[in-house]
């Protein structure tokens, strides 16, 4: 059942699209006037970002496949940049080129668009507010065209300057590629499947650098074979493609799932036997208690909900095997690499009264991006002796909902959980003839990962952020469309950005 209209774009749409790909492609117009940048890196930008305008959908699909393995690119390349910094610019050249394209095209019924845009508004409004905020405290400084030097002179030799800028071009790149990648598979539904092999292949490419980065380990210590198992069982805890192991488990949650449903039901026989075993290691390496317990909730959720059985008995079934899967998996993720686990649940505890209590500041919209640690750390009170131990100048949400709120508020939290929730809910209940292993595998790594995010805050970090966005619209693209425009889409989303952009004025 796929949608057979002819794509169109109103007269309108070509200004719309040449704004966005100039929006996006001033931050990287920075890498001509940054001289240790070398002629291999810009020509990369630049064929990139004209690539996606000439056929967005090659250059998602290559996106895919470089998102998952930036360090790789990075390593072999010599460039300047770092990962996170290489997959922000990366997203940047690819939603620039492709807006010139399907800005504002019209097609099939899409789930994110309208979602995405009203998150986008509350981004940029709070982007424009810390802006003014910085304006306000230092009047004489001529910060306008401190912004604009940054953007396109120093955007990648000094992200430390302005962070909000880079965290708003992050958001902002991130939604605009969930958007596109959900309008490419749409308008192509025949190419879905290999584009999400070309996904796997590229989080497998990853998983292999991990595995690559354990064996140096092991060769380096002059280990025993048997005192290398030991160890890779018990104590070891390797994160190669992210600063945070948290993180990496997360990330590799989103390939492994989709490689596992994927690999059985199409019967591909090198995810099972090459990319399966290498993600398992990978995540398993990463050793997120908060990862292998999503993983295994999720599947054993999904396994009885689907399961021919009398309602009664799969709810029974469900009371004991969730609990104790996740219980297994906490067990399993259990080592001298964490404390233990009521010391990290107390931990957590106090992390939420920390956040609510930063959020009664400013519950509407929030502190700003990137201001949680700094608005945060006074509600570290003595008594929370484990927090301040921990983390006594101050530490992130660990919960990546809670980032949000904080920093965007909470109608802006309610969006961004409506608008993974709508992709997640509409894989869940697709009929049994939409349910394709692609969308099934897609939709339930991508539910593994929003539980994982739970105790963890993975859209912290580039590499993540970027895999994330990509699997969000793909999730969308593979799944059912949605019904025709409701008052929701067409009203209430268009108000809420309108709102956003209008509360600049008085704040």
């Known amino acids: 059942m796929t949608w057979r209209g002819h794509l169109t774009r109103p007269t309108w749409a070509p200004a719309l699209g040449l704004c966005a790909a100039f929006v996006f492609f001033v931050p990287l117009s920075a890498v001509f006037h940054q001289s240790d940048i070398t002629w291999g890196l810009r020509a990369f930008i630049v064929l990139l970002t004209g690539l996606s305008a000439l056929a967005p959908t090659t250059g998602i699909v290559l996106l ?20 996170a910094q ?24 899409e789930r994110l668009a309208g979602l995405a845009m009203a998150f986008g508004a509350a981004v940029l409004a709070s982007t424009l507010v810390e802006l003014h905020q910085l304006i306000v405290i230092a009047p004489q400084r001529p ?55 070309l996904w796997i292949l590229g ?49 590799f949650a989103l390939f492994l799932i989709p490689a596992a449903i994927i690999g059985w039901q199409r019967r591909n026989y090198w995810m099972l036997c090459i990319s399966l075993p290498l993600l398992l290691l990978s995540c398993g390496l990463a050793r997120s208690r908060a990862a292998i317990g999503a993983i295994m909730a999720v599947v054993s959720t999904r396994g009885i909900a689907l399961a021919r059985w009398p309602l009664a008995a799969r709810l029974a079934i469900a009371a004991v095997v969730i609990p104790a899967g996740v219980s297994l998996a906490f067990l399993v993720a259990t080592s ?35 201001n949680y640690i700094r608005r945060s750390r006074r509600f570290i009170t003595p008594d929370m002796t484990l927090l301040e ?7 992130n949400a660990h919960n990546n909902y809670l980032q ?21 809910r509409a894989g869940w209940t697709a009929p049994p003839f939409l349910r394709t292993p692609e969308l099934e595998g ?39 469309p949605p019904g025709p425009s409701s008052t929701w889409r067409r009203s209430v989303l268009p108000g809420i950005a309108a709102f956003y952009v209008v509360s600049v004025l008085w704040r």
């Not at 922000?88 to 019924?109: H, I, K, Q, W």
């Not at 991990?210 to 280990?223: A, F, H």
């Not at 131990?389 to 530490?395: K, Q, W």
Request: glycine content about 10%.
């Open 64 to 83: 895919s496949i470089l998102a998952p393995m930036m360090l790789v690119v990075a390593s072999i390349s010599g460039w300047v940049l770092s990962p």
């Open 86 to 109: 290489l997959t922000d610019a990366c997203m940047l050249a690819v939603v620039s080129g492709a807006s010139l394209r399907l800005t504002a095209r019209r097609g099939p019924p």
């Open 143 to 197: 910060l306008w065209d401190e912004v604009w030097h940054h953007l396109t002179i120093d955007y990648w030799r000094a992200p430390r300057e302005f962070p909000i800028l880079h965290d708003s071009a992050r958001w902002l790149a991130g939604l605009a590629l969930a958007v596109y990648a959900e309008r490419v598979l749409r308008a192509s539904p025949r190419m879905a499947p290999s584009i999400i092999r």
């Open 203 to 251: 989080g497998t490419a990853g998983a292999l650098l991990t595995v690559v980065r354990l064996g140096e380990q092991v060769l380096s210590s002059g280990m025993s074979a048997g005192a290398a198992a030991a160890w890779i069982l018990n104590g070891a805890r390797l994160s190669a493609l992210q600063p945070d192991p948290n993180a990496a488990g997360s990330y």
């Open 336 to 370: 001298r690499t964490h404390v233990g686990l009521g010391a990290a649940a107390e931990v957590r505890v106090q992390m939420t009264r920390v956040a609510w209590r930063t959020a009664e500041t400013r519950p509407v919209f929030g502190v700003g991006l990137g």
């Open 389 to 395: 131990s921990f983390a006594p100048n101050g530490e």
């Open 404 to 424: 949000i709120l904080v920093e965007l508020g909470i109608p802006a939290a309610l969006l961004f959980v409506a608008m993974v929730g709508a992709v997640v």
């Open 442 to 480: 897609m939709m339930l790594g991508l539910l593994a990962f929003l539980m994982s995010a739970i105790f963890g805050h993975p859209l912290l970090v580039p590499e993540v952020f970027g895999v994330f966005a990509l699997a969000l619209g793909l999730t969308a693209g593979l799944g059912p």
